[in-house]
């Protein structure tokens, strides 16, 4: 730790930096892509590698000193030093740039500008640079050759120094940096080509589970092997995952999925087949040599289910690893969530991003596509205690800081409050910290006022480029001002939200009635599975990041006197900054359109197709707040902002889609699962069998059939089994079968 503010030092940095307790190893590990380069692996000096939750009290704690660290690296046993930028307990950050082929990016000017401690980085062709001072923005390989952060990272550390000068705040160069990074948007990593997947019989997973069991996920060659023999299957990457996670000391969920996209169909000609020969070898038994297998009917299989084939120019979309990562300037705030949040909540801290950026470039920014503006709602799902408000509280921290506090408001009591807040502020924010109260009322459940004011805020979303008209109201007491002021449309309504609840406050909302007003449709919903902590995250003093000011008060700045000015008119017509989209992002927003139907569809066998109605929409509205994250000044969407803003809103609906099919229980699919329940537990010990379900439920559907029966798989209520005659004679009947029946001893029943 140092004594006093780094940031204010005049010694040279690396005097600072051999002070300070961040120091670690590195070794370097082979890439499974031989046309890769090597990883550098990071590890304490105590051995274990560093992994888990970064830059928090329990990675300070493990992290050495200089000496310590060099010590281990003359064991010969590591291939060098490391150093960790991110926060440490004074409330400051320690920063790092990267510039990597100086000479074949150019970037010989700004390597002569980097202030702090530079030095030579292994390659030999480019420099590090180390600086403390404020956390800002990261920026992430993109092909630019420059990266930059404060948070999360550490640099290798070669001792090859350039220069030596005082310790300062690489905020100072951030500005050219990020100018330069910005010269090629990141890509998404899923330029691959993707075959058509093929989906494997129920009785195939069955047994691919089975020998799978038999085998150990530890030796990391058949682990890589045994994903070549699966990434060919619409089934492989769950059940890899799945024995990948027998390995409680070596599971890497981002090196899994790091190793799952490197995969390719029939790599190396393994298939399925290949894992039965492997766990043969350890004395696995394969069912399949005893019993004979019969060809799947069409008419019989309800597990089996065909799958469309998916079009040639299906969209490559990020994963939810790119997801974590917010393009451009919001990324600050990220962060600055994450420096603060005493229950680290990386998925809530995108999304309350997202709503910040909503609200900053409300009225102000617009698409000439479809048209649209900005406005957008969002509804965090979170355990109770588990820190959901933090988003608030970070939002109205910023907005404070930046002069804008004046666009929050914390929900509205009836359609008379939601003009009323119009008239004041045509674009502003409405966090609310339980949203119950409001999924209630969309239900008319003894909420008249609230469902009056539910309904107008659905009128706003529809009128964002159009005008609201306010209600009649009986002027009997009011003022000249007060009449005048209700007595006006607002012209581009802006209302952005961003809502609060439990997991089981939605699930208790989601009916029929409920999807059908579309209410919660309109909604970017956003599930998080983190529980509430007992330990306590030490908080530390954490300043806003300026940059992360300054571009608040750029996208909400007027664009010109008399329009949108400090004070704006609800009834003024606004001229905004029409921000242009390249041809490329205008064919992922068309395939989103054409893929939102496809959902729709889908979500229609359900009964639930008003989920996904918005999708392109909301896709196009979160693309363009990305364009103004990325340059307020000269906004652009391009296809990688494009595809961001698809994947996140696909994402959602499809949240909302799985959580509505398995909550909602006056839908057709939870009707059926209940008849399904009951029929199964008539079976008693012999069970259902597939044929006598189908030929049961057989207007209900395949699919419907199917998902019901793995739901009800899910949640411990049946399983699929080989049940026994009682003789012992005879092919096993394969059924299934409902809990009550099954021996929690050996978990099988013998009739």
Known sequence: MLSGNPSLAQTATRAYMNAAKRWLLWKSIPNEDPSKKPRKVPYYVDGTRRQGELDSQADWAKLASYEDALDMVATGNYSGLGFALGPDETGGCWQGCDLDAIAEHNLDGIAAELPGYVERSPSGEGVHSIGFGQGLPSLGSNGTGVEFYSSGRYFTFTHDELRDGPLQDLASIYPKLQAWHSKKVAPTGLQQHHAQLEVLPEYVVVDIRSALASLESDDRNLWVNVGLALCAYEQGKALWLEWSQKSLEKFDPADAERVWRSCKAKDGGRDYQSIFYDAEQTGWVNPARHIERPEPDPEVMVIEEEQESEPEDAMELPTDEDLSCVPGMLQAFVDFYACTAITPQPELAVQA??????????????????????????????????????????????????????????????????????????????????LGRYLDAAQDRGHAHFKDGVTTLMESWNRSDGILRPPQYSERGLNEDIKRALSQPVVNPSISLLGMTTPSTLFNSLTRDSIQD????????????????????????????????????AALAPLSQGNLADVPQAHMETVPHIVP???????????????????RRDANVYDVPELVNRMAQKALRISLILAVSVDPAQPMITRELAEWGVAYAKRADETLVAAAVEHMVDGPLGQLMKKLVNFIERGKLRGRTEREINKAYKGHG????????????????????????????????????????????????VE
């Open 518 to 553: 579309g209410f919660l449709p309109r909604f970017i919903i956003t599930m998080s599975n983190i529980e509430a902590t007992d330990e306590l995250r030490k908080q530390r003093p954490v300043e806003i990041p300026d940059v992360l000011v300054e571009w608040t008060k």
């Open 353 to 434: 991003a997202l709503a910040l950026g909503a609200v900053c470039c409300g009225r102000k920014y617009k698409t000439v596509e479809l048209p649209n503006f900005s406005n957008l709602w969002f509804l965090g799902v979170a355990k109770s205690g588990a820190g959901k408000e933090h988003s608030k509280w970070a939002i109205e921290k910023v907005l404070n800081e930046a002069g804008h506090g004046d666009l929050i408001n914390n929900g509205y009591t009836s359609k008379g409050a939601v003009f009323s807040m119009l008239t004041k502020q045509p674009n502003h924010i409405s966090i609310i910290d339980e």
């Open 581 to 599: 989209m390249t041809d490329e992002a205008w064919e992922v927003i068309q395939a989103a359109k054409k893929a939102e139907g496809q959902m």
């Open 702 to 749: 395949k699919r419907a059939l199917s998902d019901s029966l793995q739901m009800l798989k899910a949640s411990d209520e049946i399983e699929f089994r080989k049940v026994k005659h009682k003789a012992g004679r005879g092919r096993p009947r394969e059924a299934w079968v409902h809990k009550r029946y099954i021996s929690p001893v050996n978990r099988v029943k």
